[in-house]
């Protein structure tokens, strides 16, 4: 059974089905948008046990994978990749079929962000992918990471020595990927914040407080002021659901 969430702003409704669910996470038609999630406990901590899994419950796991499905797109850096223990960007049955319905893929491509090329070609990342991945890196890294990396993925450089987010979100919107989902982790956040890249952020509220010397959903050297707008709240139990889209 699935974790009840209900709408508290605007147009309160409870229950929300799948459906009403996706209609409250709407990607914009027509051009390229990057949307950014992430969970936070109340006092900020990004992470529990240096994973941000572990702030999650059922109502969060929900929304996390319905995130994934109307985008073109997913897209993370490489140590969030290695911390949280992802595999393939692979969708269970359901989200395939309502996918094809609406003349998608079925599955989105998994881009991964990385300057050191520092990935196992042998993961299941890339042996299980049902899309070939795509590896956004800097002509710097290793070339025998690069030439390990190359049988089982698009290995795309996007700058000499850091990562050239523009040129990244250009050629994901060259490959038809103009919807964008981003998993983080806080330095890929943050370089987008600092490059003015990011479109909305879905901020997950877990209703905890965790203290410790957790990082924030955004790190980057120099602040990097974005407005916002609140454009919906939902919620689960004592846990909340924001959305915010860029003024």
């Not at 209900?6 to 051009?31: I, M």
């Amino acid at each position: 059974m699935n974790a009840r969430i209900d709408r508290l702003w605007p147009r309160p409704s409870e229950d929300l089905g799948d459906e009403e669910l996706l209609a409250a996470y709407p990607f914009p038609h027509g051009r390229s948008w990057l949307r950014m999630n992430f969970v936070t406990s109340i006092d900020g901590a990004a992470t529990r046990s240096g994973r941000s899994g572990g702030l999650g419950d059922d109502a969060d796991r929900r929304v996390f994978d319905l995130l994934r499905r109307p985008a073109h797109a997913v897209l993370v850096a490489a140590g969030t990749v290695r911390i949280e223990g992802y595999e393939a960007m692979r969708l269970d049955d359901e989200a395939v079929a309502w996918r094809v319905e609406r003349g998608l893929p079925p599955h989105p491509v998994f881009a991964l962000v990385t300057r050191s090329l520092d990935l196992d070609p042998a993961s299941p990342l890339f042996t299980d992918a049902p899309v070939r991945p795509i590896v956004y890196t800097v002509a710097s890294a290793p070339g025998h990471r690069r030439e390990a990396l190359d049988p089982v993925a698009d290995v795309v450089d996007v700058g000499d020595r850091q990562v050239d987010l523009a040129r990244l979100r250009s050629d994901l919107a060259a490959r038809g990927c103009s919807r964008i989902h981003s998993e983080g982790g806080p330095s890929l956040f943050g370089a987008f914040l600092e490059a003015k890249a990011v479109d909305e952020l879905c901020l997950t509220v877990a209703p905890t407080l965790e203290s410790g010397s957790a990082r924030r959903i955004a790190r980057a050297p120099d602040p990097a002021p974005t407005e916002t707008t609140l454009a919906s709240v939902l919620r689960a139990a004592d846990e909340l659901f924001l959305r915010y889209v860029r003024r």
